[in-house]
């Protein structure tokens, strides 16, 4: 393996542009909330995960793919990729409406998976105050055609701007739907339950304070910057004041974590990828 391999991406890449914000955290979290309400998508989730049980695992080891496919060599985002559709090629549901069975690698799943993802990772970003050019945006989508592959996607089949995204959310809404699936899982998202390591504490009666708190507010968020069609059918207000808030909010959180080390805003594959991209250019990189 190259060692001083940049990956999929590379720093000169919108990708990395746009990854580097740790306010992203939030975009995460927005993608599975518009990610459930697709029927058929959530029952795949729902009927061959554990999330319940390891809600904060899944978590993690779904941060670390992501990371992993912007930030790896790319041997190491295609072996991730592989991974992954091993594991899909295997699983099946059935469709709650129609009692079919599918399997969840079908393309069009893959497809809303990934367009929701990269769409909540760019909106959540711009509304954070992060500086993107209609052109670096275009760029961005574009260049997450290469994430969309690893998956077992056609890239060709995946939108690649803008207007595509727009297109594609106009004639996949009629699909969508506010599930009894949907709703359990919102909840679900909104207040899961504590890591094991803060449980004992509860146990004995204490409470957790600030940080229930911080991420209530961090889920509530997140559900704001969700696009005001997708917020009325959670029964939310699709108002634009509503989204005026949430901007301002995730912008307060951006700056906030900006006042934060560099070596707690970044995991360690980022740094890794920062200090490869040193050695190419022959530069030492930022302390």
């Known amino acids: 393996m190259d060692s001083d391999d940049l990956g999929l991406f590379g720093p ?18 927005r993608s599975l909330y518009l990610q459930a ?6 029952a795949g989730v729902a009927q061959n995960s554990d999330y319940r049980a ?11 793919y992501v990371a992993t496919t912007v930030y790896g060599t790319t041997a190491e985002a295609e072996a991730a990729g592989s991974r992954l559709r091993r594991l ?51 760029g961005y989508y574009t260049e997450q055609r290469r994430a969309a592959a690893l998956v077992g996607l056609d890239p060709a089949t995946v939108p690649g701007t803008a207007e595509e995204v727009a297109g594609y959310y106009r004639a996949v809404r009629p699909e969508l739907r506010m599930t009894r699936e949907a709703a359990e899982t919102a909840l679900f998202l909104t207040a899961p339950p504590v890591p094991w390591k803060l449980s004992l504490p509860i146990r004995l009666g204490l409470t957790l304070g600030p940080p229930r708190w911080a991420y209530l507010g961090v889920a509530g968020t997140a559900l704001a910057l969700l696009p005001a069609w ?29 006042a934060l080390p560099q070596r707690w805003r970044e995991g360690p594959l980022q740094q890794a ?11 030492s990189p930022a302390p």
Not at 12 to 29: N, R
Not at 37 to 42: E, I, Y
Not at 232 to 254: E, H, I, K, Q
Not at 273 to 283: D, F, L, N, P
Request: aromatic residues 4%; proline residues 6%; charged residues 25%.
């Open 12 to 29: 000169g890449s919108v990708t990395w542009k746009v990854h580097a914000e740790p306010v992203l955290l939030v975009a995460g979290l």
């Open 230 to 258: 997708a917020r009325r059918m959670y029964g939310g207000l699709g108002l634009p004041t509503t989204a005026l808030s949430a901007d301002a909010t995730v912008r307060g959180l951006r700056l906030a974590l900006a």
């Open 88 to 138: 899909h090629e295997r699983l099946h549901a059935i469709d709650p409406i129609t009692g079919e069975r599918f399997r969840i690698d079908e393309p069009d799943l893959l497809r809303w998976v990934h367009v929701a993802e990269v769409e909540s990772f760019l909106d959540t970003a711009r509304r954070a105050g992060v500086p993107l050019t209609p052109a670096e945006v275009d």
């Open 273 to 283: 990828a920062r200090e490869r991209a040193a050695r190419s250019v022959g530069t």
């Open 54 to 64: 390891d809600a904060w695992g899944r978590l993690v080891r779904t941060a670390t």
């Open 37 to 42: 309400l697709h029927p058929r998508a959530m």
